[in-house]
């Protein structure tokens, strides 16, 4: 039987991912609103519905009115960041542990925290970070997961480069982070973007001699590849890397690569990692999360 797929926001630019990993399968049927239909309440009202599996890749409050919507047993990925720490709703970071396959409310993890969560929550639940403990998290994005106003300021001025944001200290995704790391204490979020499209390195520095447990580099990658065994979309580099680059058109990838990199003594560390924002940072999760949910191959349609 096929799967009835409506994206609602599949114009922006996490819909357009989407309907791209989408456009060549056979097992799914896109329902596609065209024109105007897209902003018609009762037409949007109707998809939603209808559909097996609604994908929302909406502003947060939209979102929030859209799941207002349902009168039917439709399940949901939320691609906004409105119901990530909301009760009654799976976060969808299957590698996690996140029952997803099972879920009817999904909610897809943002980018920034993809990331961290790879390289801390493994870490946390052997107990080789404790939960108590304070963390940093510094990050850099292709300008893409800004949306359609970043995206449009950043190719309308060519000596635009860097962009540190967040200095409120309040950025949405910490709790997040915070939640599905297990951590008593919310990370210090450091963000940014760069003039790539796409691609993503999310960094949490360590003081390993600091830490009660003073983990080595090798205990380290034991737990992540303990933790990820198994896990196509997730690789952990043993090789310490030299340098990571970010390119200004760099290509699509729905991979999540981990590092750990330390000091010859191995007193401090530099956990990292690298992904595309549009990819397993948004729609290529989205699309990952759908395969379980309608018990399809979980690697259909995205790029490896």
Known sequence: MTVTVFIDGAAGTTGLEIADRLSTRGDLSLVVLDGER???PAARREALNDADVAILCLPDDAAREAVALLASDTRIIDASSAHRVADGWTYGFPELGFPVADARLVS?????????LALVAPLVRAGVIPADWSLTVNAVSGYSGGGKALIERVEADPALAFRGYG?????KHVPEMQRHAG???PPVFAPSVVRAFRGMVVEVPLSLAALPARPSRAVILETLHGFFDGQPLVRVHDDMPGELLLAT????TDRLDLYVATDARETQARLIATLDNLGKGA?????QNLNLM???DPLAGLIL
Not at 108 to 116: E, L, M, V
Not at 283 to 287: D, F, K, L, R
């Open 294 to 296: 309608a018990g399809l």
């Open 183 to 185: 951590l008593a204490h």
């Open 249 to 252: 058109a760099g290509a699509p």
């Open 38 to 40: 897209r902003k018609d």
């Open 167 to 171: 200095f409120g200290l309040d950025h």
């Open 108 to 116: 897809n993890p943002g980018c920034y925290p993809t990331g961290f």
């Open 283 to 287: 729609g290529g999760a989205a699309v």
